[in-house]
């Protein structure tokens, strides 16, 4: 099972709001998913909140972020060496 971290969307139409999660990759974006471990909304400047022990957790298991999650683990204070490299699905 490949493990990923991604956004999975959440809120109303035009106002997108996400969660960072764990899942599977093959459940859909917005299905099934393991764990959650942030979310974000982009129409505020800091609204961004992960929680970056489970991330690490996660990371050590195998788990990939995507790319749009990799900048944010990275913005949100993960430092570039923790976060592994983005998968281009």
Same mark, same amino acid.
């Given at each position: 099972m490949a493990v990923r971290i991604?956004?999975?969307? $959440?809120? =109303? =139409?035009?106002?997108?709001?996400?969660?960072? $999660? $764990?899942?599977d990759s093959r459940s859909p974006r917005d299905g099934k998913f393991i764990e959650n471990i942030g979310h974000y909304d982009p129409t505020k400047d800091d609204a961004l909140v992960i929680k970056s022990e489970r991330a690490k957790y996660?990371?050590? =298991?195998?788990?990939?972020? !995507?790319? !749009? !999650?990799?900048?944010?683990? $990275?913005?949100?204070g993960l430092g570039d060496k923790e976060v592994p490299a983005a998968v281009r699905d």
């Open positions: 991604r956004l999975r969307r $959440v809120g =109303k =139409k035009k106002e997108p709001h996400y969660r960072i $999660v $764990v899942a996660w990371f050590s =298991k195998g788990a990939r972020p !995507t790319a !749009t !999650t990799r900048d944010l683990l $990275v913005k949100s």
